[in-house]
DNA sequence: GTGAAAGCGCTAACAT
DNA sequence: ATGTTAGCGCTTTCAC
C-alpha cells in the first residue's frame, strides 16, 4: 500500500495533478471516468489519488455545476416512529442515486416551515420532499411554487393543485376502521384529531362517518378536534368523558391522539377493550408488546418514500406536466384493544383464551 | 412593498451590484453590517436585495472563508423518540448559532458510519456529533481522529481517549435500578443487552452486579447480551425462559430491549409486574399510558445535545486540551411494571388501589 | 488526448 | 469609503 502523505490542508485537484504531472482538467476526467485519457495518464492519476488520499469536494463540484447533488427533507416532527423511518427511508433512496439528504425539522410550526424552504432554497437543493405542518396550501409549498423548485409533497396532502403529491389513502383506511367497528356492535364511536393535520383529518373523518352511518344509519358518531396543541385536545377529551359521554369505541386519527385517549382511559380506569375499544392511525412497535395490543392502521412508509422519490427525481430530470396524487394502501391491524360490543352495551370485549403471540 | 423582478436564475450578489450601481464587495459588506460603508450607498444596496428578493448563497460563500458552517451528525438509527428528540435538540443548538445541521443515519452499521464520517469530512463540515453504533474506538471516530476534524462523541461511549464525550451517567442510574429492584425484594434478576451497543452495555451492567450483590451477596443475576441482532437476544431470552428459569425481575439496557422483554412475557402468559418485574433504559411517551405503565431509565437529552453543542463548539474556535468526559444524572421513573417480590417468591405486584393518573 | 482559460457565487487583501 | 484583483475547489469549453 502506498503511504499517505501529510498535508496542512486537505489535497485539492491542483495537489492532485502536479503529483501524477498532468492538467486539473486530466484529473477531472479521471475522477468521473471520462474514456479519452490516455490510461498511461489514468494511472498516473490514480497513484497519486491514492497518495494523497485525495477526495473531491461535492459542495465545491456543486458549484460550479449550477446544480446541487442535494435533497432537501422537511418532517413536522422527528419523534415519532413515523417520520423517523420515513427520513430513513428517503435517506437510502438519495443516496442510491448519489445525493445526499438534507432534513430539517419544523417542529410543527408553519412559520418555520417557511424559514426552512428559504434556507433550502439559498441551498440551491435540487429538490425537496415537503411533509407539510398542515396541508399542501402552507407556506412551504407557495414557496417552492413561486421559485419553481423541484418538490413532491407527502403525507398531509388533500389535492395535486401544484405538486406531485404521495400519501396513505386515508379514506378508505377510514372506510375499513368504520366497517370493522360497526361490525363488531359499535353504535357510539369518538374520533380525535388535530385540526392543524388539516388535510389528513379530513378525509380520515369524512371516509370514516360516511362508512358508518351507511352501515349502521342509528350510530352516533362524535368527532373531536383540536386546532394544534395536543394538550388542548387532551382537555377537550377529558370534558367530553367528564360529562359522562360513554363512547363504545374510539377511533384517533394520529398517534399522539392514541396517546391521549390510552391516558384519559387510565385516569377513569376503563379497561381496554371491556370499557372501551380504541384503533388509531400508526403503528409503533410498542403497540404489539402491551396489555391490550393496541390495534392500528399502517401506513406504509417505505412505498411512500419509493413513490416520492421516484416523482422527484422525474421532475428534477425535467419531466412536465400535471401534478399526480398517489395514494397507498394502508393496512388495519385489529388487535386486543378492539373488542366487540354486544346489544349496544356500552362495554366490549372478547375471551382471551391464551395470550396471543407478540410477533 | 417594491415589486420583485423577475429572472431567469437566482440573482447574484453582481445582480445586486450593477442594480445598486456599487461593487460586489461592497454588496457583501452590507450584507456583513460592516460599518464602513457610506449610508447612501447602503440604502442601495438594501433596495436592490429588496427588489430582487436576494439571499446569498451560503454554500459559495463558505467555500471562499474556506470554512463551512455545518454541523454533521451521525445517529445509528432514528427510528426511536431518544435520537429523534435528539437530532432535534441538536438542529435548534446549531441553528442558534447561525449552523445547518446535516444528519445521517447509519442504521446500526460500522462500515456505515465510516462511509458516512468521509462524506462529512468531504464537504468540509465544522464539527461533527457522532453517536456511535459501539463505542468512541469505532471507525468513525478514529477517521476524525486521523482528520483532526473537530468532533464530540454521545451516548454510547466509554472513555475520554480522544474526543469529548457526553453521555448519560449510566452507571450511577444502573446503581440506583439495582437499589430499587433489590429493595423491593427482588432476588433473581435478568439484564439484557445488545454487545455492539458496548460502551453503554459494559458501564450499565457492572453498576448493577456491583450494586445488587453489595445489597445482596446471595442475589442471582443472569445476563444475556446478543452481539448486535435484536433477533438474537430475542432467541435468547426465549431459550433462557423455555428452560424454565424465572427471574422475578427483568432489566433491559436498552429501549427495544424493553420491547423484546414485554413481548416474551406476553408469549408465556406472564402479567407484569405479578409475575415478573421490568424497567427499562430509555423513556417513551407510550410507557406512561399502557397497563402496566413501564418503569424507565429517563436520559436527559436536553441536558447530553446542549453539553454537546457547547463542548463542540468550543473546538471548532480553537480550544486546544485534554478531552474531557461528562455524563449526566438519568431520572428513574418506578411505575407499574415493577412490583414487590415478597420472600423470594417469583412473583411480585402490589395491589392497585385506584388507577393512577397518567400524566 | 490534453491543458489553458474562464467562471460558478462569494469574500478578503489591498490599492485607491 | 470603494472597487479591483485574486482565488476558494471544481468543471467545462475549446483550442491545440
Given at each position: 500500500m502506498t503511504s499517505r502523505v501529510a498535508l496542512a490542508r486537505r489535497p485539492s485537484i491542483h495537489d492532485v495533478a502536479s503529483r501524477a504531472g498532468v492538467s486539473a482538467a486530466t484529473v477531472s476526467k479521471v475522477m468521473h471516468g471520462v474514456?479519452?485519457?490516455k490510461p498511461e495518464n489514468v494511472r498516473r492519476v490514480q497513484t497519486a489519488v491514492a497518495a494523497l488520499g485525495y477526495r473531491a469536494d461535492p459542495l465545491a463540484s456543486d458549484l460550479r455545476r449550477a446544480k446541487r447533488r442535494i435533497i432537501g427533507v422537511i418532517v413536522?416532527?422527528?419523534?415519532?416512529e413515523f417520520f423517523g423511518t420515513m427520513v430513513t427511508e428517503l435517506e437510502r433512496l438519495a443516496e442510491d442515486r448519489g445525493y445526499s439528504l438534507v432534513t430539517a425539522t419544523c417542529r410543527e410550526s408553519v412559520d418555520r416551515e417557511e424559514d426552512i424552504i428559504r434556507r433550502m432554497h439559498d441551498w440551491r437543493v435540487a429538490g425537496v420532499v415537503l411533509a407539510p405542518v398542515r396541508d399542501e396550501h402552507g407556506p412551504a409549498a407557495s414557496y417552492m411554487k413561486q421559485h419553481s423548485m423541484s418538490g413532491v409533497i407527502i403525507?398531509?396532502?388533500?389535492?395535486?393543485?401544484i405538486f406531485d403529491t404521495v400519501s396513505a389513502d386515508s379514506s378508505t383506511a377510514s372506510i375499513e376502521v368504520a366497517r370493522q367497528l360497526v361490525g363488531k356492535g359499535h353504535r357510539h364511536m369518538l374520533v380525535i384529531g388535530l385540526g392543524s393535520h388539516a388535510a389528513t383529518s379530513k378525509a380520515r373523518i369524512d371516509g370514516f362517518r360516511a362508512e358508518a352511518l351507511d352501515l349502521a344509519p342509528d350510530c352516533r358518531i362524535d368527532v373531536l378536534v383540536a386546532e394544534s396543541q395536543i394538550g388542548a385536545l387532551r382537555e377537550a377529551v377529558r370534558a367530553y368523558f367528564d360529562r359522562g359521554e360513554h363512547p363504545t369505541a374510539v377511533y384517533s386519527l394520529f398517534a399522539k391522539g392514541t396517546l391521549v385517549a390510552l391516558s384519559e382511559f387510565r385516569r377513569r380506569g376503563w379497561?381496554?377493550?371491556?370499557?372501551v375499544s380504541l384503533i388509531g392511525f400508526d403503528d409503533a412497535e410498542w403497540m404489539q408488546v402491551t396489555w391490550p395490543s393496541i390495534a392500528a392502521v399502517v401506513q406504509p412508509v417505505e412505498a411512500i418514500a419509493g413513490n416520492a422519490m421516484d416523482m422527484l427525481f422525474e421532475r428534477i430530470e425535467g419531466r412536465e406536466g400535471q401534478p399526480t396524487a398517489r395514494l397507498q394502501r394502508c393496512d388495519i391491524l385489529l388487535r386486543e384493544s378492539v373488542g366487540v360490543s354486544r346489544h349496544g352495551q356500552p362495554t366490549g370485549g372478547e375471551e382471551q383464551a391464551t395470550p396471543p403471540v407478540a410477533d
Open positions: 474514456r479519452t485519457v413536522p416532527e422527528l419523534e415519532s403525507d398531509r396532502v388533500l389535492s395535486d393543485d379497561r381496554c377493550p371491556e370499557d
